[in-house]
C-alpha cells in the first residue's frame, strides 16, 4: 500500500533543530496563536511563513494542505462580517451592494482573527511535520520527560492516518469495478453507499490494531518501561535555552490574556478582546 509521507528532508536549520525544542516551540505557538489579539498574530504568522519558507520545502509537498483549508478561511470572515456575534453593538463600514447587506466591522475582526489562528496553526504544524521524522517525534516528548507512551501514540496517529485513507480510497476502486455507482443523481444515496464502506474499514482497523499490538509486545515494547533516551542526540545549550526562553514568553502572554479576562480595561492592540 502506498504510504504518504510528510517528512521533506533538506538539511535546512529546522531540519537540525533538536525535536524537542521543536515541539515545545509548536505548542507554545499553538497556544500564542490562540491568546494573542489579531494585530499580534498577523506579524507571528509572517513570521511562521518565513520560517517555512526557510526550511526549503517544497510548496508542492504540502499544497493539499493548503487548499483544503482555503475553504474554510474564506468562508469565517465572510459569515462574521455580514451575521457578527451581537450585530446590537456594531458598527457598519459598509454594504454588499447586490444584496444590500451591511458589514459590521467586529463581524470582520472576528473572522480575520479567527484566519489568523487557523492559519498560523496549520502553519506551524507543517513546519513541524516537514522539517521532523516521525521517529525522532516520537522521541522527543519522553526526552521532555513524559511518559513514552504519549510521544509513540502521536507519532503512530501521524503515521496511519494517511494509510488509513488510503485503505478506504482502495475500497471504493475495489466497489466501483463490481458496479458500484458513487457518483448517481441522488445525493442520499452516494451518501448511504460511501457510509457502508466505512463499517468494513473499522473491522479492518480494529484486527489491525490488536495485531500491532500483538507485534510491539512480542517485540518487548511495553508501557511500564521506559525506552533508551540514545535514540536522540545531546540538546544542546543555544536549543534548551532557546525552548525555555520561548516557554517563559508564552506563560507571560498566557498570563496576561488571564489578566485581562478578569480585569476588564481599555488595553492596547485590542488585547482585552474576545
Request: net charge positive; hydrophobic share 50%; proline share 8%.
Amino acid at each position: 500500500m502506498r504510504r504518504v509521507r510528510l517528512f521533506y528532508p533538506t538539511g535546512s536549520w529546522l531540519h537540525r533543530l533538536h525535536p524537542s525544542t521543536k515541539l515545545v516551540v509548536f505548542t507554545a505557538c499553538i497556544l500564542v496563536l490562540a491568546v494573542l489579539p489579531w494585530r499580534l498574530n498577523g506579524p507571528l504568522v509572517l513570521l511562521l511563513i518565513a520560517g517555512l519558507a526557510s526550511s526549503r520545502v517544497p510548496f508542492a509537498h504540502y499544497a493539499l494542505i493548503v487548499i483544503l483549508s482555503l475553504p474554510v478561511m474564506v468562508i469565517s470572515p465572510v459569515l462574521n462580517m455580514f451575521w457578527p456575534p451581537d450585530p446590537a453593538t456594531n458598527h457598519v463600514i459598509g454594504v454588499f451592494a447586490p444584496l444590500g447587506w451591511p458589514i459590521y466591522a467586529e463581524g470582520l475582526r472576528v473572522g480575520v482573527d479567527r484566519d489568523l489562528w487557523i492559519g498560523g496553526s496549520m502553519l506551524v504544524t507543517i513546519i513541524l511535520l516537514t522539517t521532523t521524522d516521525l521517529p525522532d517525534l516520537a522521541d522527543a516528548p519522553t526526552y521532555l520527560g513524559l511518559p513514552h507512551v504519549v510521544g509513540f501514540t502521536f507519532a503512530a496517529t501521524l503515521r496511519y492516518i494517511p494509510e488509513v485513507s488510503n485503505f478506504l480510497l482502495t475500497l471504493y476502486d475495489v466497489q466501483e469495478s463490481r458496479g458500484v455507482d458513487f457518483y448517481t443523481s441522488n445525493p442520499i444515496v452516494n451518501f448511504a453507499r460511501r457510509t457502508n464502506i466505512l463499517i468494513p474499514v473499522l473491522v479492518f482497523q480494529l484486527s489491525r490494531a490488536s495485531r500491532m499490538s500483538n507485534a510491539m509486545e512480542s517485540r518487548g515494547f511495553q508501557i511500564r518501561h521506559t525506552p533508551t533516551l540514545y535514540a536522540l542526540r545531546p540538546m544542546t545549550g543555544a536549543e534548551r535555552a532557546w525552548m525555555w526562553a520561548v516557554a517563559a514568553v508564552t506563560l507571560v502572554l498566557l498570563a496576561l490574556r488571564i489578566y485581562t479576562v478578569f480585569v476588564p480595561g481599555d488595553y492596547p492592540l485590542e488585547f482585552g478582546t474576545f
